[in-house]
């Protein structure tokens, strides 16, 4: 593999990295350096936002023209708001930094040695590199499962699990066989984790509240509702009684947890679970897939022409401070990076390590500008929150744990001042608002 122009020897970070490397340099200073930034999600908005009054030409490559905030993605999917009160376009928002151009394309490559972005329609140089791609969803090499049990990772994704869940009450009314009519009417959710443990709250409120008196033929309280995880117990990331306080919670809504289950099969009929080596049959026909995510393929893409390694989820291993080993000039942050926590592990796939890799990637390229000196980057860890329907929620701020209401009150003030744009702000809590007073969800229409 032959050296790039700003490549430095491994393992050179003392406790303040010094960055003057010369990478931001113009040739001959004939034009600002120029910064290309892939992916316009929390990681490569904060950082594009945070290079807005530095000299430097920003252009930011997405296959979108959105920005979309997932954390309410799966109220798009449960008919609680649309795809537009929680997506904004990404010009809209950098409209006011005119050093900085957004384009939609579509990354499919990357030459450290020339420098280049090379995209679906056009090639873009670059001084510096911020590759905030994120991370797709893995069915953990069973790629036929996806026909049978969609995601929840972009607006498309959102919008057919709406359409199968509003549609398998559908069809369950026209149904007179009782075996078939309970097969419409089971649901599975796959995945223990905050997603999936959200999709499942809030399928719970749509059958036992909103469609409740809708139907003639069907009550939809009686749907069962299935949430599979592989871990002994749900959103196994938090501590252990905030994870069995959002257990009870589920059960209230109607939900019933299948805890150390592992998922054998997925069919257009239901799933196949595994216990302890013995295998049960579930007829459920709509099934939803909330276990897991891989790195974007740029990651591979970056181990090829960097050799940068990889860890087990395909996340890129970076430098402390979120640059790629032996080329400070091309950094990764976000989902795509592996980042050491200062403690011998790496940081979570989270928006809020996201967020704050992108505003530490914009202070190092305004430091390197300066030739000044950098500390590595450091996580603070603000807490963790899940929702688990009406007025239960649980949280964990480090040693302080809260649960129920005062945690459902935390998560809407934090999703709200997380979201983007104050009129989406506006239209979300006027929405909530209404959902709370009514039990009723307006977006549930079928599309397709």
């Not at 594009?48 to 905030?69: H, I, M, Q, S």
């Not at 994704?157 to 009314?173: C, M």
């Not at 409740?212 to 749900?234: H, T, Y």
Request: charge should be positive; hydrophobic fraction near 40%.
């Amino acid at each position: 593999m032959s050296s790039s122009p700003g490549r430095r020897g491994a393992g050179e970070h003392p406790a303040c990295v010094q960055r003057g490397t010369g990478a931001l340099a113009a040739p001959g200073g004939e034009r600002s350096p120029r910064v290309v930034i892939v992916g316009g999600g929390f990681g490569g908005l904060e950082a594009a936002k945070g290079l807005g009054k530095l000299p430097v030409e920003v252009t930011l490559l997405d296959r979108r023209n959105y920005f979309l905030f997932q954390p309410l993605l799966y109220q798009v999917a449960t008919g609680g708001l649309s795809p537009a009160d929680i997506a904004m376009p990404l010009r809209r928002i950098l409209r006011r930094q005119a050093n900085t151009r957004v384009l939609m394309e579509e990354v499919t490559d990357i030459d450290p040695q020339r420098r280049l972005v090379v995209g679906a329609r056009a090639a873009y140089p670059y001084d510096t590199l911020i590759v905030a791609a994120g991370s797709t969803l893995t069915y953990f090499g069973r790629e036929a499962w996806r026909r049978h049990a969609p995601g929840l990772k972009s607006v498309e994704e959102a919008l057919e699990i709406r359409n199968r869940l509003l549609r398998a009450f559908e069809e369950a009314e026209r149904e007179s066989d009782p075996q078939r009519r309970r097969a419409w009417m089971s649901f599975v959710v796959v995945g223990g984790g905050p997603t999936g443990v959200e999709l499942a709250g809030a399928l719970g409120e749509i059958a036992r509240d909103t469609l409740r008196g809708d139907f003639r033929s069907i009550r939809p309280e009686e749907a069962r509702i299935f949430l599979v995880e592989l871990a002994p117990r749900v959103l196994p990331s938090f501590p252990e009684d905030l994870s069995e306080a959002a257990e009870l919670s589920l059960i209230r809504l109607g939900v019933r947890p299948l805890t150390g289950v592992r998922v054998a099969e997925i069919d257009e009929e239901g799933v196949e679970l595994e216990r302890n080596g013995r295998r049960e049959r579930l007829c459920a026909r709509t099934v939803i897939w909330a276990a897991g995510v891989e790195a974007h393929p740029l990651a591979r893409v970056l181990h090829e022409r960097t050799g940068a390694p990889l860890d087990r989820a395909g996340r890129v291993v970076v430098e402390p401070d979120c640059s790629l080993p032996g080329y400070p000039e091309i950094f990764v942050i976000g989902d795509l990076a592996r980042c050491p926590d200062g403690r011998g592990g790496a940081l979570p796939a989270l928006a809020p390590v996201a967020m704050q890799q992108g505003r530490y990637v914009a202070h190092v390229i305004a430091s390197r500008l300066q030739n000044r000196c950098v500390r590595p980057f450091r996580f603070r860890d603000r807490g963790m929150l899940a929702t688990i329907g009406r007025e239960h929620a649980v949280g964990c701020f480090g040693r302080l744990r809260v649960k129920g209401r005062l945690a459902w009150l935390l998560w809407l003030f934090v999703h709200l001042a997380y979201l983007i744009g104050f009129q989406n702000r506006v239209l979300v809590l006027i929405q909530w608002a209404f959902h709370y007073f009514s039990y009723h969800r307006g977006a549930r229409i079928i599309t397709q």
